[in-house]
């Protein structure tokens, strides 16, 4: 077992990816920083924390971007957001077998705030030309950061989401919401309402993550090799038809639970028979568990 | 501006459209064209009732209505920040949105948005910056956080960002600052059914805002870096 | 921020260095060191970048040792540092240089 929630970007990648096959483009050496950390006394990182390069999966050809956490938060800035937006750009003209993005961001890097709201946009817009142009995009999240903000929303834009019970997937972080709202709104500091709330075994209940597996970087490696082949049997699917089937499932999400005011709440109106207990499961066994109990 | 005279202005041939609370939606007329309006008011958060509800607007039109225009009129604070939306998926919700957008313009929309009061973080991100074109009012306010919560947060001392702010576009708040850096295609004063319609008739031709925000000084980096990823040899 | 520079001399080239080595991550009390070879003239050139300001000295020393314990040349050692402990400046430089000199992969 390696933990792909310990591990940095490059570790992630180096696991994930068939050995030696990870080519990087625009790499460290090119020096390509932030313009803009330097004037606020904050330190670059040659990379501006991603690497996006061409690799293989079990001999599929891929393209890969994975954010590394450990620098500012994986935060997205000008040219962070420029080189995950140029790699899915790369995808429509080199058109490998699928792209997948290992997610580990706060959203916005708020040092160069503008620029990166706009870079976000710029990279929802390019996710969805990937997936229309019948490339499959799948995400992976179990980082220490989790996935939020900006990302948080490119993430469900994709075609799947593998995250471990460790990740967390949403869109303002639970320390934004307590920050702006209150305590009383969202505890960040209670620990089990966060990971019922925003991590992986909830994601995976809802629908939200296609895939659940353990922190393990081969266990990701997995997950991401079967949804790219199954992927490419049917192929992304953005038409009026599949969006109108997303929505009829989004509305009954609203109205079966939308009353609720906790995960627990949730998970018994899905029949799980001891919902409180599902926390301290292993995968192996909460897979069992909620087995034909997911949205 | 309020949204009744905006709309007046915007569509001096008339429009029908139907307010529900902070919501609003329906058809204006501008030149001869009609124009489906999606948009929001009070600077409204944006939640997952909210952001469904949009989306729904958004496939009704793409339905019923193959090519017709669509004005997003979103004014917004930002995102809804709520410990039970969190719970319910909220970025999914938003994401959803985004989705429905970008199919209504891959299915021969023109997707427009104008940004008449607020557009803050992700509840601009998954409206106005997904249409083909975003323009704004010269008073209206886009920013991401004001400057005393980002002093705040990043710990950079407050007169520092405020100095800086004065020379870079890059995370002061400001409709200027996001022309400069291409999310903004034009600010539209004056004759507002003018640039409404000057707007419809524009080509589209894909993300051009990396190209503009190069052009105008304000992302010197963007444009550059993008292509050197999708290009340079592996 | 303050940028400082130190240069080495009497070291020896490794024979087929890798392209580059990078090590670490550029977070709170940690560092990223980036090797490369360089055609210096016999010269190991490290460049640093920190957030700590007035620690001149304390780099000096650290990197005397290092140099002491990898004696290289023509060599150039880049750094971006939010004030990592000198017990780290030392274990990340010796993981890159033993990673670039052809010893263990980090």
Known sequence: MSSYYEDSARGRLDGLLDPGSLIEIVPPTERMVSPHLRQLDTPAAFDDGIVVGEGRLAGRRVLVAAQEGGFMGGAVGEVHGAKLTGLLERALDTRPDGVLLLVESGGVRLHEANAGLIAVSEVMRAVLAVRAAGIPVIVLDGGTFGCFGGMGIVSRLCDAVVMSEEGRLGLSGPEVIETTMGVEEFDSRDRALVWRTVGGKHRYLLGEAATLVEDDVAAFRAAALALLDQLSDRGPDLSLAALEAEHAVLGSRLERFGGCRDALDIWEKLGVEEPEKLPILDTASFLATVRDRRV | ?234 | METLSFEYRGGRSVASPPPSVLVGVVGSGNLEVLVEPAPLGGICRVEIQTAAVGFGTTWQAVLDDVFARHPLADVRISINDVGATPAVVSLRLDQALDAFAGGFQP
């Not at chain 2, 902070?22 to 409204?44: C, L, W």
Request: aromatic share 6%; hydrophobic share 45%.
């Open chain 2, 1 to 234: 501006m309020d949204v009744t005279t905006l709309l007046d202005r915007l569509f001096p041939d008339g429009h029908d459209i139907a307010a529900d609370g902070v919501y609003f939606d329906g058809i204006g007329r501008v030149f001869g064209t009609e124009v489906a309006v999606i948009g929001t008011v009070d600077n409204t958060p944006i939640g997952i009732e909210l952001a469904f509800r949009m989306a729904g607007a958004v496939l009704e039109v793409v339905r019923r209505h193959p090519g017709r225009p669509i004005l997003l009129l979103v004014d917004t604070q930002g995102q809804r920040l709520s410990h039970r939306d969190e719970l319910l998926g909220i970025n999914g919700y938003m994401a959803h949105l985004a989705k429905c957008i970008d199919l209504a313009r891959r299915n021969g929309h023109r997707v427009l948005g104008l940004v008449y009061g607020q557009a803050v973080s992700g509840g601009f991100l998954a409206t106005s910056l997904l249409a083909d074109r975003c323009y704004a009012l010269p008073d209206a306010e886009i920013r991401v956080m004001n400057l005393p919560a980002m002093a705040r947060v990043t710990k950079i001392p407050l007169e520092r960002l405020t100095e800086l702010s004065a020379s870079s576009p890059v995370f002061a708040p400001g409709v200027e600052n996001y022309r400069r850096m291409g999310a903004i295609a034009a600010l539209w004063q004056g004759d507002l059914a003018a640039c409404l319609a000057e707007a419809l008739a524009a080509p589209t031709d894909g993300d051009s805002r990396r190209a503009l925000g190069e052009e105008r000084g304000g992302r010197q980096l963007a444009r550059k870096v993008a292509d050197r990823v999708r290009h340079d040899a592996a």
